[in-house]
């Protein structure tokens, strides 16, 4: 058993053994959710120690053994560059979670707890696995409790917002399960993920362009499903605004992340030819998602729903990444999804902490806030500003990335894409302007104190990430790097075969140039 065993089974066994408390024991529960949660994070930060010193490219925490003989199914976990921040992403935020719960949710208090444990045990799972069946049963698994966070702890409209999630996600999960039980019978009856890919890039497990394209588009659907990418999206502000702010915090910073996980560790490295001939228009897509989820933002009444939008348009620049098939876009895409996790989780934590106050999420309910509480605005400026992308905080490098990596495949979709960017921070400062500046009602001064100790203790951790991920990027660029030219590689090698040979129309003006050199040749020699 390694470490990484450790970090994915902890999560489940504190589920399980929640659900022996006493429903009366409210206090004891929480504090166990806490220690649980908390030491699961301490664990996790010693997946960091391979990576410390050397940034290896490979699999690091290897676990391979058999689980089910017929089909066969084997229990294949290991960590890479991109996934040991994501699952260190997933461990962070549930401790901060379980506190932003901690007098918030006083109903059914521990299944609440027990569901965000066993939510934390999918997530870390889905960002392992190297098993295709075992990625699936922990992708849902982390389906499961996120249903019922929003569905039971939700606001008015849960029931219709946890139904429309379930069947959106559900309808992807089907197609990706035809996908690999089609993978299946043709790698020979394997589910290993590092088989197939290698049979897949050598020729061993032959796939024509047809089969290879509806696999990638089956697989594509059901993580562009949980990006969300544009027009697959409508299910997200309905499932935010009615979530509560723990479900919002585990939805926008860790749940979206395993489609953008999805399209980079699945989509392109067993597709990539599929993947380049859909490149153009999921491009397209994305940066229709990046302008359209800014200007639907701009106009919102509610809090809640503005930074949802927001997560629609800062996750384009994640798939925009992905499919510019460069170093500096896949390095981009994949700090860009750490970053978004960090400022957007901040930003339904804060928005959380005014609805706790004055039990609105509308914008119009507010005003003046700065005045009776001026350390919540400082934190909510200095997050407000990492999300719109300013330099020095962790938002600027990610974009930054993408946008090179854009411009050097095709100019013009930087230029696009950097639209939103401008608009991110349009929304975001009317957002500001209106919710803290100006003179503060009465209502609003007799129920807006000021952040306290349990309050600071969320948010501080989050604004310090920020602030180092913005100044200190080679603290985690470097993995990430390293793994990410290890998908690159195969994928560059295949573009460099097919450009050695020139296209028929190429061959033939060369022919023709060779045959008028030699035409001249001979003429000049008779004369």
């Known amino acids: 058993m390694t470490l990484l065993d450790v970090v994915i089974f902890l999560p489940l066994a504190a589920f399980l053994m929640i659900l022996f408390f006493p429903k009366g024991s409210v206090e004891g529960i929480r504090r166990f959710s806490l220690?649980?949660?908390?030491?699961?994070?301490?664990?996790?930060?010693g997946l960091i120690g391979p990576y410390w010193f050397n940034t290896p490219g490979r699999w690091t925490f290897v676990t391979d053994l058999p689980w089910?003989?017929?089909?066969?199914?084997?229990?294949?976990?290991?960590?890479?560059?991109?996934?040991?921040?994501?699952?260190?992403?997933?461990?962070?935020?549930?401790?901060?979670?379980?506190?932003?719960?901690?007098?918030?949710?006083?109903?059914?208090?521990?299944?609440?707890?027990?569901?965000?444990?066993?939510?934390?045990f999918g997530l870390v799972g889905v960002f392992c696995a190297l098993d295709f069946f075992l990625f699936y049963v922990f992708w849902e698994v982390a389906l499961v409790p996120m249903y019922f966070l929003i569905g039971v702890w939700g606001h008015d409209r849960r029931i219709y917002s946890a139904v429309k999630f379930f069947l959106y996600t559900?309808?992807?999960?089907?197609?990706?399960?035809?996908?690999?039980?089609?993978?299946?019978?043709?790698?020979?009856?394997?589910?290993?993920?590092?088989?197939?890919?290698?049979?897949?890039?050598?020729?061993?497990?032959?796939?024509?362009?047809?089969?290879?394209?509806?696999?990638?588009?089956?697989?594509?659907?059901?993580?562009?499903?949980?990006?969300?990418?544009?027009?697959?999206?409508t299910w997200l502000p309905d499932a935010h605004v009615e979530a509560p702010t723990a479900g919002s915090v585990m939805l926008a910073s860790v749940m979206l992340k395993m489609g953008t996980y999805g399209l980079l560790r699945f989509c392109v490295p067993m597709f990539p030819e599929a993947a380049r001939r859909c490149s153009g228009w999921i491009i397209t897509l994305a940066i229709i998602g990046i302008i359209y989820g800014a200007l639907v933002a701009m106009v919102q009444p509610n809090m809640k729903k503005l930074v949802a939008y927001s997560s629609v348009?800062?996750?384009?620049?994640?798939?925009?990444?992905?499919?510019?098939?460069?170093?500096?876009?896949?390095?981009?895409?994949?700090?860009?999804?750490?970053?978004?996790?960090?400022?957007?989780?901040?930003?339904?934590?804060?928005?959380?902490?005014?609805?706790?106050?004055?039990?609105?999420?509308?914008?119009?309910?507010?005003?003046?806030?700065?005045?009776?509480a001026p350390n919540l605005s400082i934190v909510f400026m200095i997050t407000m500003?990492?999300?719109?992308?300013?330099?020095?905080?962790?938002?600027?490098?990610?974009?930054?990335?993408?946008?090179?990596?854009?411009?050097?495949?095709?100019?013009k979709w930087s230029v696009f894409a950097a639209i939103g960017v401008i608009l991110s921070a349009c929304y975001m400062l009317w957002l500001y302007q209106r919710v803290f500046f100006g003179r503060a009602?009465?209502?609003?001064?007799?129920?807006?104190?000021?952040?306290?100790?349990?309050?600071?203790?969320?948010?501080?951790?989050?604004?310090?990430?920020?602030?180092?991920?913005?100044?200190?990027?080679?603290?985690?660029?470097?993995?990430?790097?390293?793994?990410?030219?290890?998908?690159?590689?195969?994928?560059?090698?295949?573009?460099?075969?097919?450009?050695?040979?020139?296209?028929?129309?190429?061959?033939?003006?060369?022919?023709?140039?060779?045959?008028?050199?030699?035409?001249?040749?001979?003429?000049?020699?008779?004369?």
């Open 385 to 411: 500003l990492a999300s719109i992308g300013l330099p020095m905080l962790n938002n600027f490098i990610g974009e930054y990335l993408v946008l090179q990596g854009a411009a050097l495949v095709y100019f």
């Open 35 to 45: 220690i649980a949660s908390t030491a699961i994070f301490i664990f996790s930060l």
């Open 68 to 120: 089910i003989s017929s089909p066969a199914i084997r229990y294949h976990v290991a960590l890479d560059g991109i996934s040991l921040w994501l699952v260190i992403l997933s461990t962070l935020l549930t401790p901060i979670c379980v506190l932003v719960s901690w007098r918030h949710i006083d109903k059914r208090v521990k299944e609440f707890f027990a569901f965000l444990l066993l939510l934390e």
């Open 441 to 527: 009602s009465d209502e609003v001064s007799r129920h807006m104190p000021d952040l306290n100790m349990r309050e600071y203790a969320i948010i501080v951790p989050l604004i310090v990430l920020m602030v180092w991920m913005g100044t200190f990027t080679q603290s985690f660029i470097p993995p990430i790097s390293a793994s990410n030219a290890v998908l690159l590689g195969p994928i560059d090698a295949g573009r460099q075969v097919r450009n050695s040979t020139p296209p028929k129309g190429l061959r033939a003006q060369q022919n023709r140039a060779q045959q008028n050199k030699a035409g001249a040749k001979e003429l000049s020699d008779a004369r």
């Open 170 to 233: 559900m309808a992807g999960s089907v197609l990706m399960l035809c996908a690999i039980i089609y993978l299946y019978t043709q790698a020979g009856n394997t589910f290993d993920y590092v088989r197939i890919v290698a049979g897949l890039q050598n020729g061993s497990i032959p796939l024509d362009s047809g089969p290879q394209l509806m696999l990638f588009l089956a697989f594509f659907v059901a993580f562009a499903i949980k990006v969300p990418l544009f027009p697959l999206h």
């Open 313 to 372: 348009s800062h996750l384009g620049f994640v798939v925009l990444g992905i499919f510019t098939f460069t170093q500096q876009g896949f390095d981009g895409a994949v700090y860009q999804m750490l970053n978004h996790g960090v400022s957007t989780g901040a930003l339904f934590i804060l928005v959380g902490f005014l609805y706790e106050r004055n039990h609105s999420l509308e914008i119009a309910s507010y005003g003046g806030v700065a005045t009776p």
